[in-house]
């Protein structure tokens, strides 16, 4: 399958401060691109979907001004966390597909937030 | 609200023997399913995609769709411990060009 790569894997951060995560499509045009949260033993939670070029699409619950998503080429997508707080420690996830072509997502490896 | 229901689970299968993974959905006019699987602390990895109704093979993985009931379903035969994970279904939304997931179901393969 089409790899996605997701950086950093693990981050520690201190309240307050913003930390900013990395999604790239390595071998395919990632037209779309999507951000989850997981918490433990709880499912994926879709955050927001973002298209290259445009604005992303939060889902409802989902402050934009806190998760920040910039889609700006085909094969990188960054989602920032501002502010950070403890309560936003989770699993985050990418997943990228090339919707021209209606193929399934591929997801990136994860990153494992925790603010202290 | 679009949906995508399953069992969450856990089943408990013994070794070699079938699991057999349901899942319904709400969004009539979807086109594409998938089955991630998903081992703890990490993320999804796409196993299976079907497009059409019937069955699609690939290995010990079986996939069935059926769009009239709005169901599919995965079967993976010769259980292995290794099989022991969450596994996933999504639903590509009709409308839109996101994936919709289900809660997973936890699969447990007994030695």
């Known amino acids: 399958g089409a790899v996605v790569s997701q950086h950093p894997s693990r981050v520690i951060c201190k309240s307050g401060t913003s930390v900013k995560i990395e999604c790239r499509s390595l071998?395919?045009?990632?037209?779309?691109m999507f951000w989850y949260r997981q918490f433990p033993k709880q499912s994926l939670m879709l955050m927001a979907t973002?298209?290259?070029?445009?604005?992303?699409?939060?889902e409802q619950g989902v402050e934009k001004d806190k998760f920040l998503i910039n889609h700006a080429s085909l094969t990188l997508s960054t989602l920032t966390v501002t502010s950070a707080h403890p309560e936003d420690s989770s699993f985050y996830i990418c997943?990228?597909?090339?919707?021209?072509?209606?193929?399934?997502?591929?997801f990136g490896q994860g990153t494992r937030l925790t603010v202290v | 609200q679009k949906e995508v229901e399953q069992n969450s689970g856990p089943l408990s299968v013994p070794e070699g023997a079938i699991a057999s993974l349901n899942c319904t959905y709400s969004?009539?006019?979807?086109?594409?399913f998938f089955w991630y699987r998903q081992y703890s602390g990490k993320s999804p990895e796409l196993i299976m995609s079907?497009?059409?109704?019937g069955d699609k093979e690939d290995g010990r993985f079986t996939a069935q769709l059926n769009k009239a009931s709005q169901y599919v379903s995965l079967l993976i035969r010769d259980s292995q411990p290794s099989d022991s994970a969450t596994y996933l279904c999504?639903?590509?939304?009709?409308?839109?060009?996101?994936?919709?997931f289900g809660s997973g179901t936890r699969l447990s393969i007994r030695p």
């Open positions: 997943s990228a597909r090339d919707s021209s072509l209606n193929t399934e997502a591929f």
């Open positions: 071998d395919f045009q990632a037209t779309t």
């Open positions: 973002s298209n290259e070029g445009s604005k992303a699409t939060y």
């Open positions: 969004d009539r006019g979807s086109q594409s």
């Open positions: 079907i497009y059409s109704n």
């Open positions: 999504a639903v590509k939304d009709s409308s839109a060009s996101k994936i919709i």
